[in-house]
């Protein structure tokens, strides 16, 4: 009797813990500046977690380049932020995407994108400019959107990207809703 009820709670946990985690994604959002280095100030967040770019050589990984792993809900918008700091003035790229996967895409959605200390173009995606992303991933639907009509959605290799001016030791602090769309399997080549 005992080994039932063991089995029993063993697969109520699992059950449990599949839900859980049956309703999250990942998304990511990566920063690079054309000159300089990028000083990473560390998420309170459990979701949020920044890094320099593993896949850069060790002397490269602190200088240009970071990157966020985001877990997200695909019931619910969710508020994601990162900071860092450029420590001289250049022109910083904002891209937002899926997390990275080698065999599925992770589509997400953002929208009403914020930025402290910098100037950053069209924040709610309701016009088309300021972007550089594909027409048919600008989803016109405000049922979908967080807030207006219109919401982006992307994965790791069809990213939104913008440029914005940067200036040296001053903290830019990116904050975005995002919301886990779907997951599926890249095509074969």
């Known amino acids: 009797m005992q080994f039932k009820a063991m089995l029993t709670t063993i697969l109520a946990i699992a059950f449990l813990t599949g839900s859980v985690w049956a309703g999250q994604g990942r998304a990511r959002i990566d920063l690079n500046v054309k000159s300089g280095e990028l000083k990473i100030t560390p998420s309170t967040d459990k979701n949020v977690r920044i890094t320099h770019a593993t896949w850069l050589k060790e002397k490269d990984r602190v200088k240009m380049y970071a990157s966020s792993d985001l877990k997200v809900n695909d019931e619910t918008w969710t508020q994601v932020s990162i900071e860092v700091t450029p420590s001289e003035d250049s022109t910083m790229t904002i891209s937002l995407r899926g997390a990275w996967d080698k065999v599925k895409r992770n589509w997400c959605y953002y929208d009403d994108i914020t930025v402290q200390g910098a100037k950053i173009v069209?924040?709610?995606?309701?016009?088309?400019?300021?972007?550089?992303?594909?027409k048919d991933q600008l989803v016109v639907d405000e049922s979908l959107a967080h807030t207006g009509k219109a919401a982006v959605l992307v994965w790791h290799d069809k990213s939104a990207n913008q440029s914005i001016q940067v200036k040296a030791d001053v903290p830019v602090t990116i904050s975005a809703w995002v919301k886990f769309c779907k997951q599926e399997d890249k095509e074969s080549k």
Do not use: I, L
Not at 125 to 134: I, L, S, T
């Open 122 to 134: 069209n924040s709610s995606f309701e016009e088309p400019k300021g972007w550089r992303v594909a």
